[in-house]
């Protein structure tokens, strides 16, 4: 056993660790917190002072047992959980829930995972801080009340299931607003003028007209006093400029880059960030801090001398814009400027590329620009072209980087010719292109942190989960329209003559942007209304600063949340009374034959169209499609719903349906039940097209050979193509032609997977009728019959007995209800 026992809370961290401490230090990893409050109860003293109630959940019973056996045999226990809030509070109740003594416990910490760091961690233990960890504590305790005391409310007004929560309410609430703000934007149009100019060289460059036109009439009047004009460089303004590079990553713009630049979800880019900060090759991934040490700034320095020369170095330090920056005391870098890629995993090295380029362009020199400013005359009107362009004197860092822009930042300028006052110009054409004015633009993931950072709401490591969860929830998602065409005119001058042509433009894409759901704006539109405190911006940012004073030992929490829960439980007590149920109803207008009133609401199933008022005894409904909104819907279309279900004729003496349900419309003909393909009318489907739809379906569901006399059926789901055989899907990878399969491939692939099912069996008790099995990622399932029960991943799995597995099974099985029968005593 050796001496010294680490903790860390992930075992690819405690495996990295391990390759820089000697043979008397044992590095177990905690697998996250060991603690934390009751799932099924408030787990809060709100009587008293708030104290939390933590308790050990039971796949982290056999952690704990495990961590308490080796800490009990170690002369000095280290907790080297991550060096922010939540790491402390993670440190904090290791210390508390394994019994460790002040005499042999030491915290440290670091800012990146390599051996010059640990060993000097090591060196230099501190105590556990206290205020950090009470600044955890009151998010969590505060979160818990919100969420625990605000989701039966809409449980009781809006619909069950639901659930709100602090900051993804407020990120709801942004997203929610900005899509009103996009719907009730009325376009504009103008006209926007262009002209492609030729210098007496025959060199070409584009000028335009700063002011827009107004109208078609006045454009096309421009255009035609401009056939014969002769056109001269008026003014032409040279001035020296300098681009400075962006500083070094933080959590927020590490997010916001890899969005713009690989496409990345700012989930995925914490959790391709935390495999790299874990293996030791990027400092700490939650930050927003832009500070890089000297050490950091000196290897930067070398690098650059060293690949591009002394001209190309220039250290910077750089000063947090965020609001209540803290948490690390760096920001994101590589730990070895030396290494300028690395070969892992394929977004792990697209990932670290851009985290090394920003590093090291942030160390670098100004680009050096000249930006040139050219006017232009002409001599049969007033107005005044300008065209702008910028030469590259000295690239300094863009030799290696340049920021994304978001879709709202402007084009950078081209190159211009060269040219003087007084030049003669030609046209080669001028036109004139109607343009609209732009609604706001929808949030993306990275824009919504970068909102959020702005506003001061969130930190660091709330960004990616408050995201996700409002997705998961579904109160949000990435929308999937391609957008309408749109027609527009463009006035073309050339060679004297003015001719007009009509163009089309897609416009109102929302594909992959985030958008409310129905149910989304309903609860937002509750809260708002009976929660305005919770929902407003400035409160949730004050609570945010009033966790940074706690962290800082300037706030007592306890008082804080005090502050906070009378008036917030009562206002809760109230809307449970008083406060009108929200169905998100929106009242069309008539029913063009009958007269009844025709509306939109949330209905048991999602979002639904009604015939007949609330108080009338007969109503019919239909659902909406799932590319219908509750706000946006009309009248019109709300009424052809009830068209369907819709008779289309009979195929094979069958009846043929089209109809819609839950999830989107369908053909229904006898027993089977064809989805429609994404974006198919289904008013527009008649008895061919359903006749195409079955028969594919058929098609897909039809045997492609038989083994050991059962069919085989192929098809494609969420992880690829597949084929079916004896209830067992099996995956078919890249190696086979899965649109040929020999029958060779097809017993290949059924014995393969066949064997692997006997392997997956770990233990089989075949008189108790249970089974161990290994399950996806690393798990392990108990099973009896349709029992199942997950085992955590730190279950030492070739020990578990037989008895175990009984108590696990008798634990979950239900209940039987027993009923006791009356009696009655004889007089």
């Keep these: 056993m050796a001496k010294n026992l680490v903790i860390v809370e992930s075992p690819a961290k405690a495996k990295t660790i391990e390759k820089f401490l000697g043979k008397d230090f044992q590095v177990e990893s905690s697998y ?39 800490a009990k045999k170690a002369d000095t226990v280290w907790l080297a959980s991550d060096e922010d ?28 995972i390599t051996k010059k760091a640990i060993l000097k961690a090591v060196e230099n233990p501190r105590d556990i801080d206290y205020n950090m960890v009470n600044a ?10 919100v ?26 609430r942004l997203i929610v607003e900005r899509e009103r703000s996009i719907q009730e934007f009325k376009a504009e149009s103008h006209y926007k003028v262009l002209a492609e100019f030729a210098t007496e060289e025959g060199k070409t460059f584009k000028a335009t007209i700063p002011k827009n036109f107004n109208s078609k009439k006045a454009a096309e009047a ?81 690098e650059i001398i060293a690949s591009y020369g002394k001209a190309y170095s220039k250290q910077r330090t750089f000063k947090s814009k965020a609001k209540g920056a803290q948490e690390a005391h760096e920001a994101i870098r590589p730990t070895n400027m030396k290494m300028h890629s690395i070969s892992t995993e394929y977004d792990q090295n697209r990932l670290y590329d851009l985290i090394w380029k920003r590093t090291l362009a942030s160390q670098m020199s100004d680009a050096q620009l000249e930006r040139t400013n050219v006017k232009i005359e002409n001599s049969e009107n007033d107005k005044v072209f300008t065209a702008n362009g910028e030469m ?49 633009y929808r949030f993306t993931e990275a824009s919504l942190v970068k909102q959020l950072e702005e506003l001061g709401i969130g930190r660091p490591s709330t960004y990616a989960p408050t995201i996700s969860t409002v997705q998961r929830r579904g109160y949000i998602e990435k929308g999937q329209n391609e957008g309408v065409e749109r027609n527009y005119e463009q006035l073309i001058l050339s060679n004297g003559d003015v001719k007009t042509q009509t163009l089309t433009e897609k416009t109102g894409s929302n594909k992959n942007k985030l958008v409310p759901t129905d149910i989304g704006n309903i609860v937002n539109d509750f809260l708002v209304a009976n929660f305005s405190n919770i929902l407003d911006f400035g409160f949730t940012a004050k609570v945010e600063n009033s966790f940074d004073d706690i962290s800082e030992g300037d706030e007592n929490w306890t008082e804080m949340i005090k502050g906070f829960y009378q008036k917030f439980h009562d206002n809760v007590e109230d809307v449970k009374e008083n406060a009108d149920r929200e169905s998100g109803e929106r009242i069309l207008g008539e029913h063009p034959k009958s007269g009844k009133t025709v509306l939109v609401r949330l209905g048991k199933f999602g979002p639904i169209a009604q015939i007949g008022a609330p108080e009338d005894e007969e109503k019919e409904f239909a659902s909406l499609n799932p590319d219908q909104n509750l706000g946006t819907i009309t ?109 060779d491939d097809i017993v290949s692939l059924i014995e393969e997977k066949k064997q692997k099912e006997i392997d997956k069996v770990i233990h089989n008790w075949e008189d108790v009728g249970i089974r161990v099995e290994k399950a996806r990622w690393g798990r392990f399932n108990v099973l009896k019959g349709k029992i199942k029960i997950e085992l955590p991943k730190t ?33």
């Excluded at 010719?417 to 004139?432: H, M, R």
């Excluded at 043929?656 to 006898?670: H, I, T």
């Design 32 to 70: 996250g917190h060991i603690a934390d409050l009751p799932s099924k109860e408030l787990g809060i003293d709100v009587d008293g002072d708030f104290t939390p109630k933590y308790i050990i959940s039971d796949d982290k019973k056999p952690v704990v047992k495990k961590l308490k056996t080796l």
């Design 85 to 112: 809030r939540e790491g402390e509070a993670i440190a904090w109740h290791l210390k508390e829930q394994l019994d460790l003594k002040d005499e042999n416990t030491k915290r440290i910490v670091f800012h990146e």
């Design 136 to 145: 955890q504590q009151a998010r969590r305790v505060l979160d818990r009340l």
């Design 147 to 172: 969420g625990y005391e605000l989701s039966p409310v809409l449980w009781r007004k809006v619909k069950g299931g639901l659930s709100a929560g602090r900051v993804q309410s407020v990120a709801v």
């Design 222 to 302: 421009f255009l035609n006093s401009c056939s014969d004009a002769d056109f001269t460089i008026a003014d032409l303004t040279k001035k020296p400029a300098k681009k400075s590079p962006a500083a070094p990553f933080t959590t927020s713009t590490l997010q916001q880059e890899a969005s713009r630049k690989l496409g990345f979800p700012v989930g995925k880019t914490m959790q391709v960030a935390q495999r790299l900060y874990e293996a030791g090759l990027i400092t700490y991934m939650r930050t927003d801090s832009v500070n890089l040490s000297v050490d950091a700034r000196n290897e930067a320095e070398e």
């Design 392 to 440: 590259i004197k000295f690239d300094g860092f863009l030799k290696v980087y340049l920021e994304g822009k978001d879709d709202d930042e402007e084009e950078q300028a081209g190159m211009l010719p060269n040219l003087k006052v007084n030049d003669g110009l030609t046209y080669n054409f001028i036109n004139a292109t109607q343009r609209f004015t732009s609604p706001p």
């Design 635 to 743: 009248l019109e279309e709300a009424l052809e719903l009830f068209l369907l279900p819709k008779k289309v004729g009979t195929y094979e003496d069958k009846e043929v349906v089209v109809a819609n349900g839950r999830f989107g419309p369908y053909v229904k003909f006898d027993k089977m039940f064809v989805s429609l393909d994404k974006g198919e009318d289904p008013f527009e489907v008649d008895l061919n097209r359903a006749k195409e739809l079955i028969e594919a379906k058929r098609k897909a569901d039809a045997p492609i050979a038989h083994y050991e006399d059962l069919p085989v059926q192929k098809g494609v789901g969420r992880f690829g193509p597949f084929i079916k055989w004896n209830g067992m899907f099996i995956n078919v990878n890249k190696k086979y032609d899965f649109d040929n399969l020999s029958h």
């Design 795 to 827: 279950t030492a799995i070739e020990k578990l007995s037989k008895e175990e597995a009984v108590k696990m099974i008798e634990a979950k099985a239900p209940k039987k209800k027993t009923t006791k029968r009356k009696t009655t005593k004889k007089k």
